[in-house]
């Protein structure tokens, strides 16, 4: 991988926010390496290098390049990777579209365990006096969430030393780790214009979809900004990319463009969806009805045994039981390339589920459980509607405190509304406790894994809850599947790995491998 080039920075216009790009890693010649590759499919001769890759006009390369464009053979397109340093970017643009999708890795800065800065906030390009009631706003936001770091701190203090009593003999060392507990709760009622700094790593044509759809949903102007910066950084670095890249599709070229620019969203829909939930964090909605007769015949087919050798308890067991199969005992995740994990695969089940805006962008990253996230602005009507940690529902006057500044946010967002500012510039100020609504579909290999990590006791609050609730349904309509639904500490135990915990010095205090699904009960 050779090091590649900078962007500019762009000077910051006046009552704007400009992101910074940079391009940081790459192939040496991406463009090249993926003719190359192509050419590779039908070389009797061997493999085909980047070096012999001619894409002068007269070059019959570069006729190649544009035919496997045009026609949609672009996993050649995949080999060249590319790593971006992104600053100055929202959370809502991070949720909406760079985390929107399967085929990335990112990094970011966590809201959990960073304190917010009160500079850091995304500014849309918007009038003087609108100006003035967007940053009043943000201060309100930004004075609450000071505020309730400190007075949920006492609670939180008080079950900290309750899981840790050794530690309350030096509870001044603990301080710290305690108001990272504080902050996370404290953190719900932080903008969504909150600026975030990560690494994120695409191949060439995730990129070359980025720029094509760049105007499509949430912040069509923060997206275009962004990766128009992305794309020039890789041109700048190989400018062969030019001769396949396409121009980004009109906002009207999308199905959802009328429903944004005319349609008001439903304010009958909330409470529809809601009760659907029937009190759940998320609910099993849909489910293959022979998983686990599917599970077992599969087991039996990848060992060629008939059924009166192998029933389908111990099959089940072999592909799922860490007592059996010690490969859910690694931290590696290598049950995909198991096969008689990979049966695993075919059991499906669909949730639906309500988080709040800060879970959800901790829940997208499970990129083979996709859900079909919202166009945040058709899901909301002028009413506050939010989602309150259990941490802030424990203290009254933190209570009162998280409630009224929810009123505050939306009577700013309103205020902007009325002043002629878009949804998609005023809803920057909508905060991390907004309420997302969607469906969210997995296989059971896939769903162990991030049960495997969301069970922990470490694991985001309302993800963890959600995760519950799946696990508990799971278990209901397939019994033999869904007891295998566990935190990462569980299947280590049941695998003989040591140590049990795999969190080291995060140990959540509570030794959970101990207990059933229905004892789970957690407050930080």
């Not at 991070?94 to 960073?114: A, C, D, G, T």
């Not at 997208?364 to 859900?371: E, N, Y």
Request: hydrophobic share 40%; aromatic share 8%.
């Amino acid at each position: 991988m050779a090091e590649a080039v900078k962007t500019s920075k762009s000077v910051a216009s006046a009552g704007s926010t400009q992101p910074v790009v940079e391009l940081v890693k790459a192939f040496s010649t991406p463009f090249s390496n993926a003719i190359a590759t192509a050419r590779t499919c039908y070389s009797g001769k061997g493999i085909i290098l980047d070096s012999a890759i001619d894409l002068t006009a007269e070059g019959r390369d570069r006729a190649i390049a544009e035919s496997i464009y045009q026609a949609g053979h672009h996993t050649t397109f995949q080999h060249a990777q590319f790593q971006f340093a992104l600053s100055g970017v929202s959370r809502q643009f991070i949720w909406s579209f760079l985390h929107s999708h399967p085929f990335y890795n990112s990094e970011q800065v966590s809201q959990r365990y960073v304190r917010l800065k009160a500079d850091a906030i995304y500014m849309p390009q918007i009038s003087s006096a609108a100006r003035e009631v967007y940053l009043a706003t943000v201060e309100m936001q930004l004075a609450a969430y000071r505020s309730l770091r400190e007075s949920l701190f006492p609670t939180a203090e008080a079950e900290y030393f309750r899981l840790f009593p050794a530690r309350g003999r030096r509870k001044d060392e603990h301080r710290k780790s305690i108001l990272k507990i504080t902050q996370e709760a404290a953190r719900y009622v932080a903008p969504i214009a909150t600026l975030a700094h990560l690494y994120h790593t695409v191949s060439g044509v995730t990129l070359l979809r980025y720029w094509r759809i760049c105007q499509q949903g949430d912040v069509p102007l923060e997206q275009r900004r962004v990766v128009e910066l992305m794309v020039n950084a890789v041109l700048a670095h190989d400018p062969q990319y030019k001769i396949v890249l396409q121009e980004p599709l009109n906002r009207s070229d999308f199905a959802l463009f009328p429903w944004l620019e005319e349609a008001a969203p439903a304010p009958q829909f909330a409470a529809e969806f809601d009760a659907s939930l029937e009190g759940r964090t998320s609910r099993l909605i849909d489910y293959k009805v022979n998983a686990e007769q599917v599970v077992a015949d599969s087991v039996r087919e990848v060992l060629g045994r008939p059924r009166t050798e192998l029933s389908d308890d111990e099959a089940i067991e072999l592909a799922l039981d860490p007592t059996r199969n010690a490969l859910y005992g690694e931290t590696l995740n290598l049950t995909t390339h198991d096969k008689l994990a990979r049966t695993a695969n075919h059991p499906g089940y669909t949730f639906r589920k309500k988080l709040s805006h800060a879970a959800d962008s901790q829940d997208q990253r499970h990129r083979m459980t996709p859900g079909s996230r919202p166009a945040l602005a058709m899901q909301l009507s002028g009413d506050p509607d939010y989602i309150t940690p259990t941490l802030v529902q424990t203290d009254e006057a933190s209570r009162r405190l998280y409630d009224e500044t929810m009123t505050r946010t939306w009577d700013g967002i309103g205020r902007l509304k009325r002043m002629g500012v878009s949804d998609e510039e005023a809803n920057y100020l909508l905060p991390n406790a907004v309420a997302v609504r969607f469906t969210e579909s997995a296989d059971l290999l896939n769903l162990l894994h991030k049960h495997h990590m969301r069970l922990c006791y470490n694991a985001q609050e309302e993800i963890w809850r959600a995760s519950v609730d799946e696990a508990q349904q799971v278990r209901e309509v397939h019994p033999r599947l869904g007891r295998f639904l566990l935190p990462p500490c569980t299947p280590r135990h049941m695998a003989g790995a040591k140590p049990i915990c795999p969190e080291g010095d995060r140990y959540c205090g509570v030794k959970v491998w101990q207990l059933d699904l229905s004892e789970y009960q957690r407050l930080i």
